[in-house]
């Protein structure tokens, strides 16, 4: 609940007191760029009708008041009056703590390593999950907070990995395909498609953007062998960096490079660093992968022993069982990695039984929207 505001800095600025004693200041010009009014947004779509050169520079605020737990502020020279609810400012504040550590994420990703995930593996059937919006929001937000999510009960049957992305969205079609199927073959393309094992590894980190998920659908596996495992990348770059700070600054700020020219026609690359931080320091994406990091050639000469020994090491924790958690798909189950955070291994296997696994990508972004309309429908059948 908003107490009082006293607009200062000669109307460039505002403070706002709370009930519990907190402030908030806001500024004029940034206040009227986000007014509600449907002069400035329109009341259809929400989208912002105006552009940042519709506002005079020298826009203040000539006057304030409270009504009705809303602040109501008045702006010059357009001499217009806007009302802000009380808990629109509250949750779009930003007048908060200054700079948080690098590699630092929101409190909706939740790290995991094999002690805290081997035994609550997020799980939901798919007739459930495409029958109860319920069921469908706790697999989705699972993926949000963990970046990983198993699916069972699916068609054993080609194809029927597409139901698990049309349940949040959009198919990601690449050189690969729609879909590709992940077989031992004569004369493969990838070495995805032998029955090598696998380093634990993002895919496809030589395209830019990456695809940001990937499902894998299990219609037969009765091979010796040939199991799966996923390792939280956000959790082991975070044991890099606590263990070997300079390592970590090193790989997330040197670029590394990633081609694919596998087939003919394709020839992939891309320069992007192992661990991605945003402009704020925020973690937000790995990029792991043996097979197709190409010649590293950013790192300075004097850093790249340093460079390496950190990449030695990051692959070291990301390869202890600490951080494994390791499961066998069976037929008719699939799951679905951030792979913009977690990894996914194979183990090798023997050359007895069959094992048929299909592949695709998808993108979060997707998932995300689908996730909070389903929120969003929850809360207003609350209200
Ligand atoms: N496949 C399975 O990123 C990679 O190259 C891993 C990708 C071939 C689509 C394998
Ligand atoms: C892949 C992959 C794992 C598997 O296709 O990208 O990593 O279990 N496959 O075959
Ligand atoms: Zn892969």
Not at 48 to 77: G, M, Q
Not at 156 to 180: D, M, P, Q
Request: proline share 4%; with cysteine; glycine share 8%.
């Amino acid at each position: 609940m908003l107490t009082k505001a006293v607009i200062g800095d000669e109307g460039r600025t505002i403070e706002l007191g709370w009930k519990d004693g907190t402030r908030t200041r806001f500024h004029a010009i940034w206040l009227r760029d986000n007014a509600l009014d449907d002069k400035t947004r329109s009341a259809g779509n929400g989208q912002r009708l105006i552009t940042i050169l519709d506002i005079p520079a020298a826009t203040k605020i000539d006057a304030a008041s409270i009504k009705d737990d809303a602040l109501e502020v008045s702006f010059a020279p357009e001499q217009k009056t806007v009302s802000f609810p009380a808990a629109w400012l509250s949750a779009n504040a930003y007048d908060g703590d200054a700079a948080r550590q690098p590699g630092w994420t929101g409190e909706e990703t939740v790290r995991w390593t094999k002690a805290t995930m081997q035994n609550s593996v997020p799980r939901a059937n798919y007739a459930a999950a495409s029958r109860d919006r319920a069921v469908l929001r706790q697999w989705l937000s699972a993926v949000k907070a963990y970046g990983f999510a198993v699916m069972d009960g699916l068609p054993t049957e080609s194809g029927a990995l597409c139901k698990v992305s049309e349940l949040f969205g959009y198919i990601r079609e690449t050189n690969y395909g729609r879909w590709f199927e992940v077989r031992a073959e004569v004369n493969p393309n990838n070495l995805a498609y032998t029955n090598l094992g696998l380093q634990a590894h993002t895919d496809n980190p030589y395209r830019d953007p990456v695809p940001t998920l990937q499902i894998l659908a299990c219609i037969e596996n009765t091979v010796e062998g040939g199991e799966s495992s996923v390792v939280d990348g956000f959790a082991v770059a975070t044991a890099l960096q606590a263990e070997n700070p300079e390592g970590f600054r090193l790989l997330s700020s040197c670029p590394a490079r990633f081609e694919y020219a596998g087939s003919s026609g394709v020839r992939l690359q891309a320069k992007r660093p192992m661990i991605e931080l945003g402009p704020d320091g925020e973690l937000i994406c790995i990029r792991f992968n043996n097979r197709s990091l190409a010649p590293t050639v950013d790192v300075p000469f004097a850093d790249m022993e340093a460079y390496y020994a950190a990449y030695r090491r990051f692959a070291e924790l990301i390869e202890d069982p600490r951080f494994e958690v390791t499961f066998k798909l069976e037929a008719g189950q699939s799951f679905i990695v951030d792979n913009t955070r977690v990894m996914h291994a194979r183990k090798a296997f023997s050359g007895t039984g069959t094992r048929w696994l299909q592949g695709c990508y998808a993108d979060k972004d997707g998932l995300l929207s689908t996730l909070a309309a389903i929120e969003h429908g929850f809360k207003e059948a609350a209200e």
